[in-house]
């Protein structure tokens, strides 16, 4: 659930921190100042927090609670979780991914997870030995090492490049991940196209690069989808997305925080040291509040907008995310698959390593992808609390869709249409692997329409202000200082000592993690 609150103003005129955006790192940075002894205002535009971590219930008249934007949690500390006392879960998916093929004219699939001997077998059938599953270990087990290393230093000061270097201390990891494309490593790794695949995936959620990008924009995707928690591991959030945001805007409410919403922030006016005040909107006119110092949870662009400043370029977001209500799970054409096993993991669809290159440079070509990659979950077979008791029982289930190399620029002249054509061609492309159309498994909303929804990069921009749709709010960096110059100890810094950027666009930000929330809140307290 989303939290809500009645319309009021806010109860001061002077704080010590002001909190532009309700925000899951927001809300973060929110709570730890308000522990800390500090009078902490947040001021959300919408009608409730939560920004793009929430659960709601999209579907008229069906009772079922979907994460409706951001589904799944890697990169949140448990950290945080512990130091602001949240009442909050995760479960382990028993599937980390099922990735069907046909292959020689036969329906088959890689399934990981189950068992290591489980997984070994399934590589075996696929490519005819155990090599691959070999390398893949001996990869994962790199990446492991890497992510046992870096992850802790997310919620450190930022480390210089040299310094982060150090800690990783494997020369050969380090040039794999943080000097040379990523497509090169997949392919000195792997020769089978479906499971080169399946590995560069994690470095195109969200991202719109090719494999062998010089920029090294896949690598950074990439590092982020590997490292969480230190394991890689992505994790199922008990009662949804919003149970999270829910949890945090309770914590710093507890701690004193104080939150409204339906307050829309217009301008930020500092003296760049120790004084500060934001000019807000309401439906009631505007208003203005002073305080020692803002802490920002938007998009860079927004902070620049802000303070009046000339705003960077938008970065370009590139995914297709869709959320589906079943009536059933479908069949597979895969009759060694059990259904409940294949989409509790990550579903792969079209992303072999030959499709991805090719739907990107379709999509670099400014054309919809005529085989769009996507990846489907099953938020309800590992938790079904989302779900009504009554749809429970009659064996519901939810479906979470998200598309690869879908940038905003095809969605430009006409988003309507491209998405219903870009929604259709990716269903194609599952129902290839489907026993049954995915159609005759879909629930009806209480007016009996499907109950199924797309959003678009440009759908995302309208509804949640993400710049160009971007889910990360810009490309991601490497988590090392270089990438942030001037930025202060923590990342966050602003020119002006007294305001501080703690949304996804700040280094190490981008996916649910609270971690520029902490780290802002840090600076603030001067950490």
């Known amino acids: 659930m989303t939290a809500r609150a009645e319309f009021r103003r806010p109860a001061k005129d002077v704080y010590d921190a002001v909190i532009v955006g309700g925000g899951h790192n927001g809300l973060v940075a929110a709570a730890y100042l308000a522990r800390a002894g500090r009078s902490v205002l947040v001021l959300e535009r919408l009608g409730h927090t939560g920004g793009a971590a929430v659960s709601t219930r999209p579907f008229a008249g069906v009772d079922a609670r979907l994460s409706r934007y951001s589904y799944l949690v890697s990169l949140l500390p448990r950290k945080i979780v512990t130091d602001l006392g949240l009442s909050f879960a995760v479960r382990k998916r028993t599937v980390s991914s099922y990735t069907p093929v046909t292959r020689d004219g036969t329906p088959t699939g890689l399934l990981v997870g189950g068992g290591e001997e489980r997984t070994r077998r399934s590589f075996a059938a696929l490519t005819g030995s155990d090599r691959e599953y070999e390398r893949w270990r001996a990869f994962h087990d790199t990446t492991r090492r890497v992510a046992e290393r870096v992850f802790p230093t997310l919620t450190e000061p930022l480390p210089g490049r040299d310094a982060l270097r150090a800690r990783v201390a494997d ?76 949890a945090l805007a309770g914590a710093a409410r507890a701690a004193g925080a104080e939150i409204v919403t339906g307050h829309e922030a217009l301008r930020i006016d500092t003296d760049g040291t120790d004084d500060a005040g934001v000019v807000y909107r309401t439906e009631h006119g505007e208003g203005h509040v002073a305080a020692r110092q803002v ?61 991805l290159a090719a739907a990107h440079a379709q999509a670099a070509a400014g054309e919809l992808p005529a085989a769009p990659p996507s990846e489907i979950y099953c938020h309800s077979l590992t938790d079904p609390t989302i779900l009504g008791p009554e749809l429970v029982a009659q064996g519901y289930q939810t479906l979470t869709l998200f598309g690869l190399h879908t940038p905003a620029r095809l969605f430009e002249k006409d988003n309507d ?23 005759d498994c879909l629930a009806v909303d209480a007016e009996g329409r499907p109950c199924i929804e797309a959003k678009t990069p440009l759908d995302l921009e309208h509804e949640l202000r993400l710049p ?60």
């Open 171 to 246: 020369d050969d990891a380090w040039r794999m991940l943080f000097e040379e494309p990523l497509g090169r490593a997949v392919e000195e790794h792997f020769t089978d196209d479906l499971v080169r695949g399946v590995v560069l995936t994690d470095g195109l959620i969200g991202t719109f690069a090719d494999a062998h990008d010089p920029s090294l924009l896949q690598n950074r995707c990439f590092l982020y989808h590997v490292i969480g928690g230190g394991t890689g591991d992505w994790d199922v959030p008990v009662g949804g997305m919003g149970a999270l945001t829910t």
């Open 295 to 355: 802490l920002v949870n938007a998009s860079p662009q927004a902070l620049a907008r802000l303070l009046g400043e000339e705003q960077p370029a938008p970065a370009e977001g590139a995914q297709l995310k869709v959320n589906m209500l079943l009536r059933r799970l479908p069949r597979l054409r895969d009759r060694q698959a059990d259904p409940r096993e294949a989409f509790a993991g990550t579903f792969h669809i079209a992303e072999g390593y030959r499709e």
């Open 417 to 439: 249409g491209a998405r219903d054509r870009l929604l259709a061609a990716t269903l194609a492309q599952l129902d290839a692997h489907l026993d049954e159309p995915l159609a």
């Open 468 to 527: 160009g749709g971007h889910i990360f709010h810009r490309d991601l960096a490497f988590p090392y200082a270089e990438a942030a110059e001037g930025t202060g100890p923590w990342g966050v810094g602003t020119a002006h000592r007294n305001v501080f950027l703690c949304g996804a666009g700040a280094p190490r930000g981008g996916g649910v993690s609270g971690i520029p929330g902490h780290n802002a809140a840090m600076a603030a307290l001067g950490g």
